[in-house]
């Protein structure tokens, strides 16, 4: 007797189990409206992923963009590129993805010539001098002087005319700047 009324007992409990659940969705789950979903379900409206929990869809941060004033950027696109007014650097940020997550990477390119290094300097004094002994004739204005300062980095040549009146010579000019 005592077998049958436990029998029983356990046949009620999974009959009832069995009828809470109807359409693969427990009775005492809540759903979600506006828009309907059921617990667990999520979706994604830019930078905002909805999900569903207990009646109520949470919302949270969407991990998979990058999120840049409001909008969504995927993975491996630029957000915003900014070039200085001299043209010579420029910053950017981008949207790269870490793994499952999208960040955002600063990033600075400076496309501006380095100066001449020492060495380079040095080079240049060697070839101009190869180039005057080779021509056997002076590329400086006569009776003037010329001097060569030079300082790692910068070359600078000053001329100091002493006279006026010269007449045409053949030579080499160098110049630099920007």
Known sequence: MKFAILSMFLIACVLAAHLS????????????????????????????????????????????????????FLPN?????????????TTSIDCRLDGDKARMVFRVENSCPKP????????????????????KTCCCKPDTTTTMTVTPSTA???????TTTTPATEGIIIAGGS
Not at 39 to 59: A, F, I, Y
Not at 77 to 89: E, H, P, V
Not at 116 to 131: D, I
Not at 156 to 162: F, N, V
């Open 77 to 89: 696109t630029s957000i915003l590129t900014t070039t200085s007014q001299d043209g010579c650097t």
């Open 156 to 162: 600078t040549t000053s001329t100091i005319p002493t």
């Open 21 to 72: 659940e109807v359409g693969g969705v427990k009775m005492n789950e809540k759903i979600c409206t506006k828009p309907k979903g059921n617990d667990g379900e999520s979706h994604t409206e830019g930078c905002l992923k909805q999900t569903c929990k207990n009646g109520v869809w949470r919302p949270s941060l969407e991990e998979t963009v990058c999120c840049y004033d409001r909008e969504a």
């Open 116 to 135: 001449a290094t020492e060495n380079q300097v040095e080079a240049l004094k060697q070839l101009l001098k190869q180039h005057i002994t080779d021509h």
